[in-house]
């Protein structure tokens, strides 16, 4: 069967088993839209968080990242992975004792102001949609390949899905849906790393096979950095960003982890405070399985790559891959524009080096190469296109596009469900109508849905960056914003109103700004105010890192000015010790 | 807050630090401060520092989690707070 064919076949065949799901366990109420049923299992629970929380960037983005930046990519795996210890120790066992249903509902109660409600939901929202555009982009990439389009149709594609999925089913739908979607998509991710390692070091799993020696004796990192080298490339287990950089990085990537709502809310409604705790953990027990996995699938595919294009000894008359010889993967992605080739010096040879390192570009020229022929290689393409570059069997390569659109669907639905529950049940229903019907509340959620998914596709047709790259602005905001309102609510009793409100705003603002200034203001192309540079950064801090910062500015504002305004009233100051406390937890109620 | 409630949010706090400092030092301190030196160890083709941030970490993580669940549910029935 050839290779179109049957990804249709296992693509469709995944479709319908979600969508199967979803009608079986349709939302019939609002309770059941917003959060699942109190029956989920702590370690069923664990899987869907993993489903929910790995997304396009996690599946599609983050392997590539690894592949072209190396050691420095390490960010993304402890940053994403680090912040679960945060959601287990600080957050989940006293949000899921407070026993509400969404994050500003606590904000709101906890500062016991409106107010500070409308601002949580505001700080929810921007950080979601920015999360949502990175899932649009890998959304975009995985259609574009599987359907033989270029990406912006592909995007296209992938909002009409998103939408018909995410509108169809809730809460209880989803998190059934969530746990085949794992299934999926971490067979596909691991099944091809096993192929892989397998051929390159004879040693079955990807974590201990990065690790291992290949055919000639050398370890694969020592090549690896040696191909680089030999290319005019940085090393690859070397350190290339700044070490500030790569420190607040991970640390806004950990705080943006236990502050992003769409996790968050998961623990709201497992049936005990020590569930609370577990939970956590065995979700991320399934994340360290792709986690893990995933410096392997980086290091291997793109070891293959230079092995496809460097055919024999650099700087040799026939040491480059023939374009006209091209493998068939190759023209594929060409065909979505995210892989370009220009033969600048005419040999109809492929040269792929660093032409930026001018010692090397000097040697290159005297072997008549003329820059670096590879004018785009867009990294979001590498895990798809790994188990074609590693020669692997079709139905591998079809596994691998079901399970990039799985991981993509999984976690923009649960975003577009906490968008809309933010909107309809804690804007309309708590601040603006309070007595609309639960039927037009459920309405307003989807029409919510449909406008975010709107947003989200147009703004991921021009992504500031690469799905993981976009996911990581996401972070950064939930970080400055969400995590440190709902850290001093539980740990710091002196915090009021006035603190929370503007610490948080103060902390969004700083983030945003920052963010908008080197990405152009909306992420709309050429607003920018700088170039996006390091030159440019303050103290050299990327717009990805910034949300630590941002943190921190949100910490020093709420209590500076907590400690000049009125303390929380008496009632409030109860709450806190009696969230601090397991007993007398009931089930997560409505209002 | 009573006497007990209060030694029973101490002794959490207590807890809370030393995962904490643990969940610092690997991540932050041998993956990133402290990666350079550390990669003069080697572990098969890993150089340590390298190892922790892009493995190591991650399975002190999951056991951080499961360390400090398991120490609060005994903390729980110590101090008579738990669920029933």
Redesign the interface.
């Known amino acids: 069967m050839d290779l179109q064919t049957m990804t249709y076949l296992v693509v469709g065949a995944t479709f319908a088993l979600y969508i199967g799901i979803a009608i079986w366990a349709r939302a019939s109420s609002t309770g059941e839209f917003y959060v699942a049923g109190k029956g989920v299992h702590p370690v069923a629970n664990g899987m869907a968080t993993a489903a929910d929380w790995m997304s396009a960037a996690s599946f599609i983005s983050m392997a590539g990242l ?1 592949a072209f930046k190396g ?1 420095d990519a ?1 960010v993304y ?2 940053g994403w ?2 912040g ?3 959601l ?3 957050l989940a ?1 006293y949000l899921r004792k407070f026993g509400k249903f969404t994050v500003p509902e606590f904000i709101g109660e906890r500062y016991y102001s409106q107010t500070a409600r409308i601002v949580a939901v505001l700080c929810l929202i921007v950080a979601s949609i920015t999360y949502v555009i990175g899932q649009m982009k890998g959304v975009g990439v995985a259609f574009s390949r599987f359907l033989e389009v270029d990406f912006q149709t592909g995007v296209m594609v992938g909002m009409t899905i998103v939408f018909i999925y995410a509108v169809l089913g809730g809460m209880k739908g989803i998190t059934y849906t969530q746990i085949a979607q794992y299934v999926v998509l971490i067979f596909a991710y691991t099944v091809p790393a096993i192929f892989i390692s397998l051929n390159l070091t004879g040693n079955p799993l990807p ?2 096979g ?4 290949m055919a000639d004796g050398t ?4 090549k690896l950095d040696l191909i680089l080298k030999d290319l005019g490339f940085a090393s690859y ?1 070397g ?1 290339k960003d700044s ?1 500030l950089n ?2 607040l990085l ?2 806004s990537l950990m705080i943006g982890t236990a502050g992003l709502p769409h996790v968050i809310i998961r623990f709201f409604t497992v049936p ?3 569930d609370a ?2 939970s ?2 065995w979700a ?2 399934f994340i ?1 399985i792709l ?2 996995t995933a ?1 392997a699938v980086g290091g291997m595919a793109f070891f293959n790559l230079t092995q496809t294009i460097q055919t024999g000894e650099v700087g040799s008359p026939t040491g480059n891959l023939v374009y006209d010889e091209r493998p068939n993967w190759f023209k594929n992605w060409e065909k979505t524009g995210l892989l370009q080739f220009e033969d600048k010096n005419g040999d109809g040879r492929v040269q792929y080096y660093n032409d930026k390192n001018a010692e090397f570009a000097a040697k290159a020229e005297a072997w008549g190469w003329k820059g670096n022929e590879m004018v785009k290689v867009d990294r979001d393409i590498m895990v798809l296109a790994n188990p074609e570059i590693a020669k692997l069997p079709n139905w591998v390569i079809a596994l691998v596009a079901a399970g990039g659109l799985a991981a993509a669907l999984s976690t923009a639905a649960g975003l577009l469900l906490a968008i809309s529950s933010s909107i309809s049940h804690d804007l309309l229903k708590g601040v603006f109508m309070k007595d609309i019907s639960e039927k037009n509340e459920l309405m307003a959620g989807r029409i919510a849905m449909a406008a975010a998914i709107g947003v989200a596709g147009y703004l991921g047709m021009n992504p500031p960056g690469f799905a993981a790259q976009v996911v990581a602005l996401a972070f950064g905001l939930a970080a400055s914003s969400i995590f440190p309102a709902l850290m001093m609510g539980i740990f710091n009793k002196g915090v009021n109103r006035t603190g929370a409100v503007l610490g948080m705003l103060s902390g969004l603002l700083f983030t945003l700004i920052y963010i908008f200034w080197f990405k152009g203001w909306f992420f709309v192309p050429g607003t920018e105010m700088a170039p996006n540079k390091p030159a440019n950064w303050f103290l050299g801090i990327s717009p990805e890192a910034i949300g630590a910062v941002g943190a921190l500015v949100n910490f020093v504002v709420a209590i500076v000015v907590s400690k000049i305004t009125a303390p929380p009233p008496e009632h409030i100051q109860h709450l806190v ?1 009696d969230i ?6 009931g089930a997560a109620t409505d209002h | ?1 009573s006497d007990s ?1 209060s030694a ?2 101490a002794a ?1 706090l207590r807890l ?1 630090t030393m ?2 400092v643990i ?1 610092f030092v690997v ?2 301190g041998f ?3 402290l ?2 030196p550390l ?1 003069a160890i080697r ?5 340590l520092g ?2 922790f ?3 190591g ?3 002190t ?2 056991v ?3 360390f ?2 398991y120490r ?2 005994k903390l ?1 029935k110590q101090f ?4 029933d």
């Open positions: 690894i050691y390490s795996l402890m992975t680090g679960y210890v945060l287990a120790l600080l066992p974590q201990l990065l690790g291992s020696t370890y694969v990192l020592d287990t350190q070490t790569m420190f991970t640390l005990k405070v020590a705790r577990t956590a953990g991320l027990v360290a986690y893990t410096p010790e601090r406390v397991p007993k007398g937890a | 807050m409630r029973y949010w959490n809370l995962c904490l969940w991540s932050f993956g990133i401060l990666a350079e990669n572990l098969g083709g890993y150089g390298f190892w941030a892009q493995q970490s991650i399975y993580f999951l951080l989690i499961f400090y669940a609060m549910n729980d008579d707070v738990h669920e």
